[in-house]
């Protein structure tokens, strides 16, 4: 400010450095914020292993096997009788959803193998079917997850829990 005019105020340039200030601020809250794409495949594969193990929970609860089933652009929870099958409902948890991202590849690997027991690999495949049994011991096995930007895998151990595989 200058003395001796009686005005008052802040000058021209006190006034551009406090905008550049509030503009690096804004950029820097903003980068942060943002979500990585590529972390929305490994969130996706976490909320699968807890949701697998939710669903042997329900089997053992309705005496009645489930299963999952994925393709290239979701996953669903079924349940099969009389040869009829019907997505599980009453449950929010286990219901359909579709993937951020279309996947690329999706594969279920048994435990003791390395060749995959079923591949997607694209639109129209049949999907991939995993049956989650009543039993309190699951087969183990692996399933992996690709997209365009990541791929990620979950192990599946006996007890039905999920968990990250490092590649």
Do not use: C
Not at 96 to 119: I, S, Y
Not at 127 to 134: L, S
């Amino acid at each position: 400010m200058r003395a001796g005019r009686g005005a008052r105020g802040f000058t021209l340039l006190e006034l551009l450095v406090v905008m550049v200030l509030a503009g690096i601020l804004l950029s820097i809250v903003t980068i942060s914020v943002t979500p990585d794409p590529r972390q929305s495949l490994v969130r996706e594969a976490a909320r699968i292993g807890q949701l697998l193990a939710l669903a042997a929970d329900e089997a053992r609860i309705r005496q009645a096997p489930i299963v999952w089933e994925a393709d290239v652009h979701g996953y669903r929870f079924v349940t099969e009788s009389g040869g009829e099958r019907r997505l599980v409902t009453g449950d929010d948890l286990l219901r359909e959803r579709k993937w951020e991202r279309p996947l690329t590849r999706l594969a279920v690997v048994e435990a003791g193998t390395r060749q995959p027991a079923q591949v997607v690999l694209g639109p129209g495949a049949p999907p991939v079917r995993v049956p989650i049994a009543r039993e309190w011991v699951q087969p183990r096995l692996r399933l992996e997850l690709a997209n365009d930007l990541a791929q990620v895998a979950v192990e599946f151990d006996e007890s039905g829990r999920g968990t990250l595989a490092s590649h």
